[in-house]
């Protein structure tokens, strides 16, 4: 339950992404995308590890990593010009 819970906010994430990519014509990562794809990645992790699928868990904790520098980048640079 927890890993379909997780991958729901991933692709919410995604289909705001893209509708702010395709529709809105901004092409700087949403901090809504991040945050979402952070906790729905976060959510594979914990259900990875306590299904005792290690490999799994590892490679879905990778994907936590990266949208979190992403995210205090963002945040870093939020008002800077050439901001992603």
Known sequence: MLS???L???VIGWA????????????SFSPF??????VGAAMLVFDS???????SGALNAVT????FI??????????KPGAF
């Open 16 to 27: 705001e992404q893209l509708y702010r990519s395709l529709i809105r014509k901004h092409l």
């Open 4 to 6: 379909i819970t997780g």
């Open 70 to 79: 992403l995210l205090v980048l963002l945040i870093i640079r939020k008002g």
């Open 33 to 38: 995308f991040l945050t979402l794809y952070l």
């Open 49 to 55: 590890f306590n299904q005792a699928n290690i490999v």
């Open 64 to 67: 936590v990593i990266i949208p």
């Open 8 to 10: 729901s906010l991933i």
